[in-house]
């Protein structure tokens, strides 16, 4: 049986990837504070299972692998197969000692069941993954697979207010050199808040990023 071609909008973020995978790392080095936040804000113990979804070039699998150490799990979803290759190639250059199990496929698609079976995970992480967090079924399909009470940290690009024009020029132009959907990037933690209890959320980088943390 034929495979059903991915839909325009997956087509267009799979051709967006691959353009970026070359320079990814490079692109996001000024934003490396910034994950290292989010990771630390996770709150992850040795032993436990963490979802990074999105999870591009891999560039927070090893602050992951640090805080869950050899006894934890990582579960990292990247539909982009350079990227994917990237991510695998860090772990093994970088020698971390934690399982990563690598779902290559977008977060609506991904089947959490068969890397982790009847298990649960602790904790899951989108860093600036607007895309993800406009898909209903990409977070549902996340929150089936984690814990009550999963910690989760997300981070990425927001509107400024409409009086820092400098801030949303900057938005502008990495948006569009970043994702594919525009919509909702004046609150683009909207749908993972609204499934979050004690949800906060701090702006940075004079309010063009935020960082959003909470429970399931």
Known sequence: MNTPDPSPGRQAAN?????????????????????????ALLDLQPGQTVLDIGAGTGLSLPGLSAAVGRTGRIVAVEPCDTMMRQAKQRARVDHLPTPIDYLGVA???????SVLGTRRADAAIF???????????????????????????????????????????FVLGAAMHSIV?????????????????????ERRWLASAYVLKGHV
């Open 107 to 113: 977060a609506e698609d991904a089947d959490y069941a």
């Open 15 to 39: 051709a967006l990837c691959a353009r970026r995978a070359p320079v990814y790392d490079y692109e996001l080095m000024p934003v490396a504070p910034l994950r290292r936040e989010a990771i």
């Open 127 to 169: 860093f600036f993954t607007h895309d993800v967090l406009q898909s209903e079924e990409g977070l549902q399909r996340a929150f089936a697979a984690l814990k009550p009470g999963a910690r989760i940290v997300a981070a990425g690009l927001a509107w400024a207010p409409p009086w820092m024009p400098m801030s949303n020029l």
């Open 181 to 201: 959907r525009m919509d909702g990037l004046d609150c683009p933690w909207r749908l993972l808040e609204s499934r979050m209890k004690n949800a906060e959320v």
